[in-house]
């Protein structure tokens, strides 16, 4: 796993985007892993302004969502379909009809969970997960106690991500229990995997991610087995990592034949 520690949301932005773009770049279609809420919204950001730039194409990409919640109709503001498709699809320059997010409306959902994970296995599965964490260190909506081998399935939202998942929706009422996931053993067949954190609510998740013990209470930990894993995180969310100096220094001293230079402000 790598650390990278950068002074604030805006440098965990660029340097992520720039850390997707390079992993697909120069694939024919590449395929992406697309997580959704507040965390990616910046690396988003800077992958439009690549792809306006020229300097990325991902017209001929495919693309998977983490997850959607279940029962919430499709083109319900706060569905991740539809958040998918306005903060992703549209402003990257995506064929929707590469695009996928699990049918949390489908009649069968235990089906609509198999048949998301052959879609991936038929796209050769995804090349770059893109990924942000829960305070509570879940990844995608595996909660805590999330089995390390899970697939693509039905979960129980925790009250803790429902609470945080509330400013989203008029009242908390209106926020769903229930979801359909990507499972751990799903994120980590992705063959790079980026996950973006910032603010000091991320600090302890991000602790216990990279220097706690591998846990199921700490879902996210599971990456420290990935072996193309990269962690960015601003000052605020590393304030709780015992080696955030050496991980400082790391960087700094990264040969330049291994370094990703992201795009210029």
Not at 25 to 31: M, T
Not at 61 to 66: D, H, V
Not at 135 to 155: C, D, L, Q, V, W
Request: glycine content about 8%; overall charge negative; aromatic content about 6%.
């Amino acid at each position: 796993m790598e650390i990278v520690v950068l002074p604030d949301p805006d440098s965990v932005a660029r340097l992520s985007a720039a850390l997707v773009a390079d992993a697909v770049r120069g694939k024919a279609e590449p395929v992406l892993g697309l997580a959704t809420g507040s965390s990616p919204l910046g690396t988003y950001r800077e992958l439009r302004r690549l792809v306006e730039s020229g300097a990325l194409d991902l017209s001929r990409a495919s693309g998977f969502a983490l997850d959607e919640y279940v029962g919430i109709p499709e083109d319900h503001p706060q569905s991740y379909a539809a958040v998918i498709r306005s903060e992703v699809v549209e402003p990257l320059g995506m064929d929707p009809a590469r695009v996928r997010v699990p049918d949390g409306r489908a009649d069968d959902l235990e089906r609509a969970c198999r048949e998301y994970e052959e879609a991936i296995a038929a796209a050769g599965g995804v090349d770059v997960q893109i990924l942000g964490v829960g305070a509570n260190g879940h990844i995608g909506f595996n909660e805590p106690t999330s089995s390390f081998g899970s697939r693509t399935r039905i979960k129980t939202l925790a009250e803790r991500t429902r609470a945080d998942n509330a400013r989203f929706f008029d009242s908390p009422d209106e926020v769903p229990t229930h979801c359909l996931t990507q499972g751990l053993a799903t994120i980590l067949a992705a063959r790079r995997v980026v996950l973006v954190a910032q603010g000091a609510a991320k600090a302890t998740a991000i602790g216990q991610i990279v220097e706690g013990p591998v846990s199921a209470r700490w879902p996210g930990s599971i990456l420290q087995h990935h072996p193309a894993a990269t962690v960015v995180v601003d000052e605020a969310a590393a304030a709780e990592l015992e080696l955030a100096d050496y991980y400082r220094f790391v960087w700094e001293h990264k040969p330049s034949w291994q370094r990703v230079e992201p795009l210029p402000a």
